[in-house]
Structure formats: C-alpha cells, structure tokens
C-alpha cells in the first residue's frame, strides 16, 4: 500500500506516526510546500520577543522522518489530486501514486478587501518565513500598525511592544479578541494593552493601505523613505507606519481538490469521527478538516494544535487499517500577551438560556479574572486571565466538559502550571 500525506505540521506528524504504528511496510510519503522539518507556529511569537532561538522552533529533524521509514519531500507545493486515477500532481512536474490520502495542508493568512495591502513594509505571521522577514524590522523606535486583534496579531503585537515600536491594534469590531474572550475579558485584556502604551483603537475600518509622501522611516539605512499610511474609514486621523502586520485570520488553501469528489468548503473539508471525507481511501485532519466536536457539532471548526494532533492519530490509524473515531473537538485558546496569561475554553458566552449559570472570580488589581459557565451544573467552558498557575482551571473543567460530569468542588485546582513549559505542555506541544 502507498500512504501520502499531505503536510507538515500537528496533523500529519500525528497521523504518520499513528500510522506507522500499524504499518511498517507500507510506502510513506509525506509532502510539504515548507522548505525544511517541521516547527511549531505556536513559538513564532516568542522568537520574534527573543525568548527563543530559531534552532528551538524545530519539533522534528530530518533524522525523526528517517526513523519513520517516510520518505519526506520538502518545498513541493501540490497543484492536484486525481482521485479516479489517484495520483498527486506537483508544481516540479512530479505525479505520486497513492492507496491512502490525507490532506493535512493546515491554513494560510486571509487578507481583508483592503486596497494596496501588499509590497514593502506589509507582513502576515504564520510561517517561519514570514517570522525570519518581520524580526529584522523590529527595531526600536518604529511605528509598527496591527490590522486585527486575534490571537497571531496580538502575539506579534507584544512581541513589537516589548522590542521598543511604537504599536497601534486596529480592530473592526466592538473589542479585542472577540472569538475568544468575553466582553469582560476582552475589557481586561484592553487595559493591559493600554498600560503596556498600545494604542487600541475598536470598531474601526480600514479603507486602504499607501505610501506617504512626507514622512520618514525610523530605520537609519532607509533614512528620507516614505512610510506607510494607514487611511481609516473613520473620523480617527489618518496612522503613518514603518510597517503593517496583517493579522485578520486563516483559511485553508484547497484549491488542488477542485474536480474531485471530495466535498469542500471556505473553512475545510467535511470528515466524519473517522476523518474521512466520504471519498474512498481520502482523509483530512487539522485545519483543513470540519470534524465532529463535543457539543455535537457534526463539521466544526477548530483551528488549534491539540485538535490537529488527535485528529491526525486517528486519520493515521485508520489509513493503515485501523478503526479509530475521533470523540470531537474542545476549541481551547491559550497564550501569554502583555503581561497576561489568556485563554478560554469550550462555550463562555451566555446565551440567554435560563438553565446556564455564569460563575466569575475576579480580582482586577490583581489582575485575575475567571469565568466557568455553566448548564445544569455541568460545565460548558471558560474564560481565564491572569497569571500561569491559573490555567489550572482550564486543565480541571477539560475532562468535566469532555464526559459531561458536574461542576469541580472548587475553582482552584492542586496542580497549578507556571510559565512557558507548562502553557505548551496544556496546549499539548511538549511530550
């Protein structure tokens, strides 16, 4: 049998070795549009802050792939799946046969309608290499414009403020980080931003992105070059920068599927629990997959590495001969931004049902605010910021909310987690 996998990341690492635990004759071949082993976008951030060098980004080495017994092809980009003839086309010219397919290609930055969003100065932060060109522009003193407050703009963000920019967020809706915390949460987190001297502005439009003919670049080698103008659709003046960061969410690219059988849409490919898209012998895990979740939810998505780990497990399993079903996914959120650990979990957001319950411990001086709703005394999700040993919550209503079981006996949980290790760890990125 002929097994190809279609990435490089959480999903189909997971899925290669879960497949490699039932099969070790088969061909295995793992294909990525990335240029070289495989790395955590999770840390982009913090080597972007100097927290981490470049080398500590790397999960798996070439060595990892070897001892797999897959042979990995690296900066190929896949232009077309047949799935009458069941080939891979790639951009070299190259076809590959295959028996077993799983699509794993992950998501790539959406770009809001805006006019003239592209050219010198302009980024987005989802690849190493959109990593490697953005750090040399972070040099103190620069004005740097964030376009969206979501988790990767927020995280860039940080990372500009704590490297001397001048850094302005500019959200379209009503709050930051609208998808992941509640109005309270997003108010604490505001504040935060504020005192680290962010300039926050909320419900604001962009109309276009162009050159200013008047002002000067904080970068001494480009001295008298015409920076960037932000030109908002609002009555909020007009923002000159050395550089926008474009940060407005992600959206598998599945354009290689077109003409085949496999059911696709804007947010990904629809799977059943064993992630398979209803064409026979083709899979999908990760971002590009719509899986079941815990609230029954039939086609959710839920961009978020643990998710693309246990989905990739399970499509692995099942491409070798398994048969796995994936129990759905739990949208989790966490991260450390300005001082502030972040994260949610599950459903926070009342809906007006009167069987839920919103329980909250707050402490603004202390900066610490936590939310559990509930329905029925069971758990439904949660809202968390504050320090590290706080995410302890997050790790105590996971399982309650997984199986439906009632509320803890208390908030406080006997296993507090402290720093970055023990983030990672909760988001399942460290064994």
């Known amino acids: 049998m002929r ?4 990435g490089n990341s959480a999903a189909a690492l997971a899925a290669a070795e879960s ?12 294909l990525s549009v990335e240029p070289g082993p495989a790395y955590s976008r999770v840390l982009l951030p913090y080597y972007l802050r100097g927290l981490l ?16 017994g897959a042979q990995s092809r690296f900066g190929c980009a896949v232009t077309r799946v047949d799935d009458t003839r069941r080939t891979v086309s790639l951009a ?16 790539r930055p959406v770009l809001p309608r805006v006019p003239d969003l592209e050219g010198p100065g302009l980024h ?3 690849t190493l290499k959109d990593a490697d060109g953005l750090l040399p522009e972070l040099l103190p003193g620069r004005r740097a414009v964030f376009i969206g407050s979501g988790f990767v703009s927020l995280q860039a963000a940080w990372a500009a403020n704590a490297r001397g920019l001048r ?6 809706l009503r709050r930051v980080l609208p998808k992941v915390l509640d109005e309270a ?28 003919p008047t002002g000067t670049s904080a970068r001494p080698e480009a001295a008298g070059a015409a920076p960037l103008r932000v030109v908002l659709s609002c009555e909020d003046p007009n923002l000159d920068a050395d550089l926008v960061v474009v940060g407005a969410g992600v959206r598998p690219d599945l354009s290689f599927l077109a003409g085949t059988a496999v059911r696709y849409e804007a947010g990904g490919i629809p799977v059943d629990e064993r992630m398979s898209t209803g064409v026979p012998g083709i899979y999908a895990a990760g971002d590009a997959a719509l899986g079941p979740s815990v609230f029954g939810e039939a086609h959710a998505a839920h961009a978020l590495w643990p998710t693309a780990v246990e989905q990739g497990k399970v499509a692995g399993a099942n491409m070798a001969g398994g048969a796995r079903a994936y129990p759905g996914s739990l949208n989790m959120n966490v991260a450390e931004l300005f001082g502030l650990t972040v994260a949610s979990m599950g459903r926070f957001q009342e809906g007006g049902d009167p069987a839920e319950e919103a329980v909250v411990e707050q402490d603004p001086r202390a900066g610490r ?15 968390v910021l504050g320090g590290p040993e706080d995410l302890g919550v997050l790790a105590a209503l996971r399982p309650r909310i997984r199986i439906r079981a009632g509320r803890p006996e208390r908030l406080e949980p006997a296993h507090p987690f402290r720093g970055l290790h023990r983030t990672l760890a909760l988001q399942g990125l460290r064994r």
């Open 3 to 6: 097994a190809v996998i279609i």
């Open 19 to 30: 497949f490699r635990l039932l099969d070790r004759a088969s061909e295995l071949t793992l």
């Open 53 to 68: 060098p470049r080398e500590r980004l790397f999960i798996r080495d070439r060595d990892d792939y070897q001892a797999l």
């Open 92 to 107: 070299d010219g190259t076809t590959l046969p295959w028996d077993r397919l799983l699509v794993a290609t992950g998501a």
């Open 124 to 126: 987005t932060l989802w």
């Open 167 to 172: 850094v302005t967020v500019l959200e379209a």
């Open 185 to 212: 949460g997003s108010a604490m987190l505001e504040a935060a931003m504020r005192a680290h001297g962010v300039d926050v502005r909320c419900a604001v439009g962009i109309e276009r992105v162009g050159r200013s």
């Open 369 to 383: 605010y936590v939310k559990i709703l509930y329905r029925e005394g069971v758990p439904l999700g949660a809202v």
